[in-house]
């Protein structure tokens, strides 16, 4: 694993009127690290990952991305730095092609294909990866749930981002469609060098592919460590697991 901080979120603060959705919450992650995000409903994960791409403004603190401070810049400058993301819903352009659909991502992600050859080599790479190959020309509204979840994958890795922010991409999965999602999670932080947040309420699979966990609750961190570490601490086994789970550890 390369060595060296990717993101720094400093002291960060949300808030909505009177709610407080991020109370002061700094994480960090390290290049080619994958980094799960866990916490009860309402905790403050996806705000976090709005935050960090853009979507929204924090009231306080700092978002430090490779060195440079990107807080409050709009989504699209920060695609093109170098952060991909997939949201909770799937919310593909139904009536193009899955091809169509990942051109997107290799035209207006981090570099920006010159042209269509490189734009075509992108996403030719991209849809092996993420095993769409055979279904490049399928109206994308066609697909089911696992192949959606796929190709939001792939879209946000065909940007060529060197960080990943996955929200929530094993939910309504079967256990062999995660342990297949997983393995290509693997393959990307092997393949193309990417660190990779997860927001994730699969705990198996998260303590399982995680370097590190950190555990949000009520708006606030309230845990960081290995998965062996956050299984047994008994703030996160209150607040979120309920009882510690055996066999975390990443593969």
Known sequence: MATGIILE??????????????????????????????????????????????????????????????TGLPPHAIARMGIGRTFQVPKPFSAMSVRDNVMIGALFGKHGAKNPYEAAKVVDEVLELTGLAGKADLQAGLLNVPEKRRLEMARALASRPELLLLDEVLAGLTPTEIDEA???????????????????????AV????????????????????????????AVIEAYLGAPITGGGRE
């Not at 407080?20 to 960090?28: I, K, Q």
């Not at 950190?214 to 299984?231: D, L, Q, T």
């Open 207 to 234: 303590m399982n592919i995680s370097d590190r966990i950190v555990v949000f609750n009520a708006g606030r961190k309230i845990a960081e460590g290995s998965p062996s570490e956050v299984a047994n601490d008994q």
């Open 182 to 204: 997983l393995g290509m999670i693997r393959s990307f932080r092997k393949e193309l060098g990417l660190a990779v947040i997860m927001v994730e309420h699969v705990m198996r």
């Open 9 to 70: 979120a400093k002291d960060v603060v949300k808030r909505f009127g009177g709610l407080e959705a991020l109370r002061g919450v700094s994480v960090e992650v390290g290049r080619e690290e994958i980094l799960g995000l866990v916490g009860p409903n309402g905790s403050g994960k996806t705000v976090f990952f709005n935050v960090v791409t853009g979507v929204y403004k924090p009231e306080g603190g700092r978002i430090i991305f490779k060195g440079r401070d990107i």
